[in-house]
């Protein structure tokens, strides 16, 4: 546990890198999911069949295997994240920062379209027919209806679907982002004699963390439900 | 809501104009497909001497034996003691002794909550790293322990999800509360959660690639030194992705047959934050 509490703004700056992941490819997550669900429930065949292959494709891929390409084949097809480089105090952002965040936001919009998805069958019938029948087009049904409707229904399992990808993002630790596991795991290497300590002092901060997402989720829930 | 009820049956216009959609975005996606044809071709990752690996015996016997085998024996090994495990857990945290339930509960709470490559990493070490074996093992504990919490959810929930009168009549036979669970409640139990634990095995198969992470065999690992030797990084990616994706798809499958041959129409066992079948499904 010293280990830990010497290295305190090592640890602390590791965390931020956690937490900027998390926030980024959230919000990215989010949108791209939103995108791929429209298409999934319009009405335009072709789309529908494209978005569920990607579906299907990436979900079943492991992240890790999405990392590993954007890593190490992604710039042989001429794509890299070079053009990123901030740096802010400890926190630096390079092409492997941006290589994760993308690679993240592509997964985690999968399971974001899928929660969508069951919340969109979970407004009642009623909601789209009403809104046909006051002449709604598709896209005025689902802006102004449908979705906000399904994003209310579908706060819990899109909140699950964050707290996993907070959880994934250790991933990107193991492709050069100095994050959370990164430290943990370079700690453990330099204090061999205290890896239980290090271990729970980092666990504790994820459950920490998992737990104010959850917390804030089913505020989220309660003050958005539908009466 | 099915999605033919968000707009109404096309008229002549409409669909007239739904066609325009199809031609336009049938472009567009043959023009994305085509673009990355095309990009693969470009940077000649199409040649056949970067494709010459996985048409030769010795490697794609190492891809599939040393590879997809070892891969699913660790994903299998994980599962059978995850199983173990959550069935420990979801039964002690339905026992009527707060000693039992307690524990129980924050064992699930923190396993569930800690990230299942933190926790690969720290019992790597804690195996101890130099041991040849201890990356295999560091997998198959931290999958277990990760996922054994999750299906104490699972066990726990389908427990609860019984009729009431099944139990209550086992006590009114004069059963006790072993009897009760292990003889009434959790055969009955079992099917209906089947589907959700089968699906939790396509988790289970995904997070075994994080044990590249810590040098572990597996398919990552093969494909770690076909790209080595042959420099051929985005055909082995794709080759191995391809592998992960068809074995998942089989699961799911099974999965999908076993919910309708054996719950039916009921509803899907639904806990937080695990394998729905087409919810928010294996994160």
């Known amino acids: 546990m010293e ?8 640890v602390g700056w590791a965390f931020a890198h956690t937490v900027l992941l998390f926030l980024f490819s959230g919000v990215l997550s ?36 999405i990392l590993m390409f954007f890593q190490f084949a992604a710039p042989k097809l001429g794509v890299t994240f070079n053009f990123i480089d901030v740096q802010w105090g400890e926190v630096s952002m390079t092409s492997f920062f941006g290589a994760a965040v993308v690679s993240l936001s592509l997964y985690t919009s999968t399971f974001v379209c899928e929660a969508l998805r069951s919340g969109v069958n979970s407004v009642p019938l009623g909601q789209a027919e009403a809104a046909r029948a006051i002449g709604l087009s598709f896209g005025g049904v689902m802006s102004q209806v449908v979705l906000p409707q399904a994003y209310r229904a579908s706060v819990p399992p899109l909140a699950s679907v964050q707290i996993a990808l907070l959880k994934n993002t250790t991933v990107a630790g193991v492709f050069g982002v100095m994050e959370a596991l990164a430290r943990m795991r370079i700690l453990t290497n330099n204090f061999t004699g205290q890896k239980i300590g290090i271990f729970l002092a980092f666990a504790i901060v994820f459950v920490v963390l998992v737990e104010v997402l959850s917390f804030l989720a089913s505020r989220l829930e309660r003050r958005w439900r539908i009466a | 809501m099915s999605a033919g009820v968000l707009f109404d049956a096309p008229g002549p216009a409409t669909a007239a104009r739904h066609r325009i959609y199809t031609i336009v975005s049938l472009i567009a996606v043959a023009g994305m497909v085509g673009y990355v044809i095309w990009r693969l071709y470009d940077t000649e990752q199409l040649t056949y001497e970067k494709w010459e690996p ?9 891809l599939l034996v040393e590879g997809l085998l070892k891969t699913l024996q660790m994903a299998a090994t994980a ?34 909550a800690v990230p299942v490559l933190l ?27 990760y996922n054994g919490a999750v299906l104490a959810e699972v066990f726990r929930a389908g427990v609860l999800a019984v009729p009431k009168g099944q139990s209550e009549a086992a006590y009114a036979v004069g059963m006790r509360k072993s009897q009760v669970m292990n003889i009434v409640l959790l055969p009955q139990a079992v099917k209906i959660m089947l589907p959700a634990i089968l699906s939790q095995c396509v988790v289970v198969l995904k997070d075994t690639a994080l044990g590249y992470a810590i040098l572990a065999p597996g398919l990552t690992e093969v494909g770690k030194r076909i790209f080595r030797e042959f420099g051929n990084h985005v055909p082995t990616m794709i080759v191995i992705a391809f592998l992960y994706i068809i074995v998942n798809l089989i699961l799911t499958w099974i999965a999908t047959w076993v919910q309708k041959k054996f719950v039916g129409e009921k509803k899907v066992l639904e806990v937080s934050m695990t394998a729905g079948l087409d919810t928010g499904r294996a994160v």
């Not at chain 1, 280990?3 to 090592?10: C, E, K, T």
């Open chain 2, 79 to 112: 599962v059978v003691l995850a199983v173990a495990v959550g069935g420990l857990l979801g039964v002690g945290k339905l026992s009527d002794h707060g000693w039992v339930r307690w524990p129980c509960w924050a064992f699930v709470e923190f396993f569930r």
């Open chain 1, 3 to 10: 280990a830990v509490l010497d290295n305190i703004g090592l």
């Open chain 2, 54 to 62: 996985f048409l030769t015996p010795k490697y794609v016997r190492a």
């Open chain 2, 119 to 145: 926790l690969m990493i720290f019992s790597w070490f804690l195996i101890g790293i130099e041991w040849s074996g201890a990356s295999y093992w560091g997998v198959v504990t931290a999958l277990a322990l």
């Open chain 1, 30 to 65: 989010l949108l791209l999911g939103t995108f791929l669900v429209a298409l999934r429930v319009g009405p335009v065949v072709v789309l529908q069949r494209a978005a569920a292959t990607y579906v299907t494709v990436v979900r079943n891929t492991p992240l890790l295997i």
